[in-house]
């Protein structure tokens, strides 16, 4: 691009004539160098920075906390007025290299720090920048130049696993790793109004090389879904527009054409914009195109974030009172939506520019494969399913009981900011109990976890019995969507679906059945309501009427031998009062 261009000859002059002692410093990047063919290293980027920082008051760098890789995390931050702490502007929170092999926002980040601190592009007034170099400094240092197989460079670059081989874009709720908890931790710190993640993917072929997934409006829900939906994105689009860069909603398609229309991708609070969302932040990811050009790629990132900060930047006061009262808006209500479906009478009409696809004989295996002929460019309108409505809903607790055992839960909870309060004696409260009904688990593993999903629970009111040192989380207007969506077992991202509660599923004490014969006779002729119900059973049953064991193990979970804690969900809700 020319601008880009040009800014680079500016800034290198600007560099170069700075006097100060890192004033010999090349701040022209590895990516430009080589005319937008590379990427630059971890010890690059880190290097960078800090003479960037040494040589601009505008920029800081600071080592923030633990990963995997067992190297720190780096925020590099950028002020207009050096000064990192007014709480009158904005704060955007940049992430670069979560799959470091989608290396685009790594080299288009640097470039725009060093233009706004050495004021090649105009400085923002309302905003403060929080950049995470490279998150997954582990997959960064693995680096290699063939793991992403369809993708039209970078030459050399990093892997999608972490040092401990997890796909970090789906470890903001569970946190098995450090890269997770210190993201959370910087995250906390920050509080930004507005959170960017940077990323490259491929699911169709099409025109664009750039592409917009904002955390979904309905879900994000609020004065802040609404703003996003019906402002932000109008806004950002425009912007790009203006720039002669054309963008489009994710292409959520894989393994068809986009041509029959797509569903917004549902980031759940497992991705990053999906946990950023949980505490009220505009969160949107970055997708560019991995078969375009790498140096396009990179630039029209660069020229994203540089919209988004513009845009941003003139609506302080408006994003801050949005945040404010997006606070209250659960609060104040009574039910709350744990898990979403498409709304497919709520639509809205892309003018797509694709390229025809059709399904042609393949040389290699003798089946059809898909085929875009770029020969066929195309402009035709699609329909995108960018509507959800409620698909479960529950009755918003006004606490919850984390028994102090849990200390898995509770770590995280403290990490995220929830605020405790223990029990200061044995006691007894009337509370919402819930006993794991049915679930389905994956047969394979995904990221160090088989993990549940189509929870279901029974829910009974019942006074129960804690200790002393027993944990009350109350819900507030800034912990509410974090502790319903990780508590509440039906919630798809919940801790239960992550196996923090596995133990519970299986039974510890059983039975022989030689010796439960004569007791399971006794408990049924003492019990004639009992004894009905198993006749019943039997005649409408007729599996149930072949195996004895089925029956004997019937019996015994109506019995008083039955263990309690099977199956029984170990969080309690409070709902009336505390």
Sequence with gaps: MKKITILIFISFCIACNYSNKENTYDFETNFEKTNGIETATYQDVISFYKALANTYSEIKIESVGNTDSGKPLHIVWYSASGNFNQTNKNTILINNGIHPGESDGIDATMMLLRDLANGVIPAPENTIIAAIPIYNIGGSLNRNTSTRTNQNGPKEYGFRGNARNYDLNRDFIKCDTKNAKTFVDIFHKI?????????????????????????????????????????????????????????????????????????????????STGYTSLFNTLGMMVETHMLKPYKDRVEQTYELMESMIRITDNKVTEIKKLKTKQKKHFLDNKEY???WAIDSSQTTTLNFKGYKGAYINSKVTDQKRLFYDKSKPYTKEITYYNYVKPKKTITTPLAYIIPQQWHKVIELLKLNQVSLQQIKND????????????????????????????????????????????????????????????????????????????????????????????????????????????????????????????????????????????????????????
């Design 427 to 578: 006691t007894i409260i009337e509370v919402n109990s819930y006993r794991i009904n049915t679930y389905e688990t994956r047969k394979t593993p995904y990221e160090g976890h088989y993990q549940h999903y189509n929870t279901q629970i029974d829910s009974a009111i019942k006074k129960t019995g804690f200790r002393k040192g027993d944990f009350i989380a109350k819900l507030t207007s800034e912990n509410i969507r974090y502790l319903i969506e990780t508590l509440e077992p039906e919630a798809p991202d919940s801790f239960f679906n992550w196996n923090f509660f596995d133990t519970i599923l299986q039974q510890k004490e059983h039975f022989s059945s030689y010796v439960f014969e004569d007791k399971a006779l006794e408990i049924l002729n003492n019990n004639p309501s009992l004894k009905s119900e198993f006749e019943r059973k039997k005649e409408s049953d007729s599996t149930f009427l072949r195996d004895g064991h089925l029956q004997l193990d019937w019996i015994h979970k109506r019995s008083e031998h039955y263990e309690t804690s099977h199956l029984q969900y170990p969080i309690y809700r409070i709902m009336n009062t505390l």
């Design 191 to 271: 509080q930004p109004e507005l959170f960017i993640d940077n990323h490259v993917s491929n699911g169709a072929d099409y025109q664009y090389t750039l592409a917009h997934l904002f955390t979904q409006h309905n879900k994000l829900n609020g004065p802040l879904g609404d703003y996003l939906h019906k402002k932000l994105i109008p806004e950002l689009e425009n912007s790009l527009h203006e720039k002669k860069i054309i963008i489009t909603p994710y292409v959520n398609v894989w393994g068809t054409t986009p041509e029959t229309g797509w569903s917004q991708f549902m980031d759940y609070p497992r991705y």
């Design 337 to 339: 939506a744990i898990d």
